[in-house]
């Protein structure tokens, strides 16, 4: 089981990899564009010096390391190992494939794209390329509550406004910009890929009635939450549903026609798990010290 695992963790973060170096050598860099983190660095040795990004990478990544490897846990340290030999290596590797200069725009969509996918995948797996994702992990720690796309995307905002500086270019600053902005919201759509859904809080009169539709028809759990109402002072139960988004047209009727009156609030879960959503297999566990009480 194991062994399955670390297969599967090295497979996705290799192909994370790939494509992160596949954005960047093929549609960013010779674009001038920036994509935050150390391979905007890298852009900007590039083109001033002619130095190669997987030599930038490894330099800058093994000083990074050093710093923050020890707020992070065993397991993230060598996947994080990992990832910056794999994106070393494919950085080398697509170095060679053409490039794409042929609209700057398209370049800076397109890139932005395959980095957000690369970077989702291989954070799926608790690991890092290293550069501003790297550091975002170690900085999660100390700040939980804000995602780790958000602050990769402040990281590599101040890096972006540098290399602006550097190339004097205010257009391929605002390029920049978007390719990050790109690439943010493709991280956190690839964070929790598969395991949105909607949750449905519904007010009723008739609430054991649709309750027990939902548990024969939809085959899911709800749970029925004592509340009252402030404006009848009556004692009520509030349903609490997840579903699928496919599913809610289906539910939403199912309560129309049961109960024309009721109350019902959807809102969107980003991530669910548990039976029925999503599995815990694309989280690692926690070993926890239990106190003796």
């Not at 790939?18 to 010779?30: C, K, T, V, W």
């Not at 019902?264 to 690692?284: P, Q, R, T």
Request: glycine share 8%; charged share 15%.
């Amino acid at each position: 089981m194991k062994e399955a695992l670390f297969i599967k963790n090295t497979a996705l973060i290799s192909l994370g990899s790939f494509l992160i170096s596949l954005g960047i050598n093929m549609f960013l860099a010779p674009n001038k564009i920036s994509s935050g983190g150390i391979s905007s660095i890298g852009t900007i040795l590039l083109h001033l010096f002619n130095i190669k990004m997987s030599i930038t990478n490894i330099a800058i990544n093994l000083a990074l390391f050093f710093i923050g490897y020890k707020y992070l846990g065993k397991e993230s340290v060598i996947k994080t190992i990992v990832g910056i030999i794999f994106f070393t290596l494919f950085l080398e590797i697509t170095s060679l494939f053409p490039i794409y200069n042929d609209d700057i725009m398209l370049a800076t969509i397109i890139g932005g794209a395959f980095i957000g996918v690369g970077t989702g995948l291989v954070i799926r797996r608790s690991s890092s390329t290293g550069g501003s994702d790297f550091l975002a992990l170690v900085i999660k720690r100390f700040i939980p509550h804000i995602s780790l796309a958000n602050i990769i995307l402040i990281i590599d905002s101040v890096v972006i406004i540098i290399s602006g500086i550097v190339f004097k270019s205010v257009t391929i600053t605002i390029y920049s910009i978007i390719s990050m902005y790109i690439s943010s919201r493709v991280t956190d759509a690839a964070v929790t890929l598969g395991s949105k859904a909607k949750a449905v809080q519904i007010f009723s009169q008739k609430s054991e009635e649709i309750a027990a539709y939902v548990i024969k028809e939809f085959k899911r759990g709800i749970t029925g939450i004592p509340c009252k109402g402030m404006y009848s002072h009556k004692e009520k139960t509030m349903l609490l549903c997840v579903v699928s988004p496919k599913e809610l047209p289906l539910l939403v009727g199912a309560i129309k026609t049961i109960d024309k009156g009721a109350f019902v609030i959807i809102n969107d879960a980003k991530e669910v798990l548990g039976e029925g959503f999503k599995s815990y297999a694309d989280y690692e566990e926690v070993k926890i010290k239990q106190k003796n009480r």
